[in-house]
């Protein structure tokens, strides 16, 4: 069962007729003006049917982003664009009135198109500067206008909003139009390209579409009459180039929301959908709470009381959600904080549906709250394991040199010096003799304490690391062993390495003990995050892993550190040893 809301699921039934009237309405509007337009100026036709094919557009995509987001702005101001465009053409359909309307409104759709671009996704303005080029881009096309109707001369009944024939000031009035709405476009394209740096590589996937061409666009119309003309077009063509250029913009829109950037939320009622179902294989609660809001990077964090710290579902411990471009709306039951949805401020720059959808799913969260804060127990109480055991490597690391660099070397400086007595030819007989066993003894002595301090952790692991110390190991066996290692040392923790070396020592020891084998083969090798340490004999097999033995042990301090232990010893065919230890940096 899929809760992705249909039209008629997610857009309330009201707002559902009153978009496809409006549909209806644009679309009758365009026709009628069409029929005016063949009858008035046929020689026009073909170029006011592009333009009304361009407003149907804008119109469609907006009413689609509507019906999708209704509580988004952003699908009313492109359908306005739409609109804007249909009745800034309709100088041609023979009416005065309609004629005077389209003088006065025939930069609109610039000023419409420049707002669509800075309000794009949230349908608000989300910052000052877009506040303030958006400003000048309707006050460039509205009162800057004024000019270019009130002082062209038009012959009657067209000139109902003539003042003065005045050629001096239309021109003027028109260079100061042409400046502003250059500096405007400019503008325009440095805050969509600056706004394109800063997005992260999910967002910047959304609003590339949109922007990137609408930066082409917005770039192109202050030129595109000069340059056309210099490439040898006729002036007629500018305007239809302009338009096709403009109809690019819902095109890109449109890329934009199949790439996620402008998902259906319709009513919160979807998540009401997915918390009735039943089916096993409905979608995670945040994949529901990401369609429904329409917010692909949406995230649900859980509150853990007892840690005053968000957690993720897997128990993991979440960064402090909120940021600059982030918001948080925190989720309450019966008074208690139980969660919290971070969501992005961009795209949802109202947090009513954000707040909304979480009292929705309040109980679902409180619910999947209790599990999160369980693993997240798991997760503590694995690391505090972890700690023990990299705590206790690192004591054994700091006795092994103590003992080495210290007992031992004192050792052998008292076994040299018994020596040098023994050697002495003044010395008597019987203090030579004396000496000699002082010398063997202490000879035994250190051999002993270089045989604890091997056991405690080999020299050879804390001074060359893993691969030297296991080459050692396999070079003293007395049954022929072959060595694969893939893997460099400088890449390992202390910790990883000496649970590695263990693993091969024992599971080594164990194979000379008891399988009687007549080959051995000891691998190390890098998989991705993780070091596979192989431990295979060809002896009689049967192995199993007993409580209290050295690879019972083994198994869990494997398992301490994220790794687990495998061993596979089927009769007479060999045993087994695999490890895998998480090392990734």
Known sequence: MSVAPTWSSATPRPLRLALIQLGVTTGLLGVILIVLVSAASPALLWAFVLNVLVGWLYVAAGLLAWSRRPANRFGFLIVGAGLSILVAGMQPT?????????????????????????????????SRGSRVVVAGGWVTCLVLQLPLYLFAAQPPPYDL??????????????????????????????????????????????????????????????????????VGLPPDWVFPIQLIAIAGVPVAFTLALLLGGFARTGEIEALGTWLSSADPGRPPLTAALARALGDDSAELVFWVPERAEYVHANGDVAAEPGGDDRGLAEIERHGQRVGAIAYDRTLLADPAP??????????????????????????ELRRSRERIVRAGDNERRRIARDLHDGLQVRLVLLALQAQEIADDPDTPPAVRDAGVA????????????????????????????????????????????????????????????????????????????????????????????????????????????????????????????????????????????????????
């Open 354 to 379: 954000v707040h909304a959808a979480g009292r929705v799913i309040a109980i679902a969260v409180d619910h999947e709250r209790v599990t999160a804060e369980l693993r997240a127990s798991q997760q």
């Open 438 to 585: 002082l010398r063997l003894g202490v000879d035994g002595a250190a051999a002993e304490l270089r045989a604890l301090v091997h056991a405690v952790l080999p020299a050879a692991l804390i001074e060359r690391g893993l691969c030297a110390a296991t080459e050692d190991l396999v070079d003293h066996l007395p049954v022929p062993t072959t060595l694969q290692m893939s893997v460099a040392g400088d890449d390992l923790s202390p910790v990883v390495e000496s649970t590695a070396y263990f693993v091969v020592a024992e599971a080594l020891t164990n194979a000379l003990k008891h399988a009687r084998p007549s080959s051995l083969h000891v691998g190390l090798t890098r998989v991705g995050d993780h070091l596979r340490v192989e431990v295979l004999d060809d002896g009689i097999g049967g192995a199993h892993v007993r409580a209290g033995s050295g690879l019972g042990g083994l198994t869990d301090r494997v398992e301490t550190l994220g790794g687990r232990l495998l061993l596979i010893s089927p009769s007479d065919r060999g045993t087994r040893v695999v490890a895998e230890l998480p090392c990734a940096s």
């Open 94 to 126: 023979g009416f005065p009135v309609l004629a005077a309307i389209s003088a006065v409104t025939a930069t609109v759709p610039l000023a419409v198109l420049v707002h669509v671009l800075h309000a794009y996704p949230s349908g608000r303005l989300a």
């Open 161 to 230: 909003l003539l003042v003065a024939d005045r050629p001096d000031l239309l021109a003027l009035g028109s260079l100061v139009q042409a400046v502003a709405g250059a500096a405007v476009m400019v503008a325009t394209t440095v805050v969509l390209a600056h706004r394109l740096r800063r997005a992260s590589r999910r967002r910047r996937r959304v609003l590339a579409p949109l922007y990137g061409y609408g930066i082409l666009v917005v770039l192109s119309i202050p030129i595109s009459s000069s340059l056309l003309t210099a």
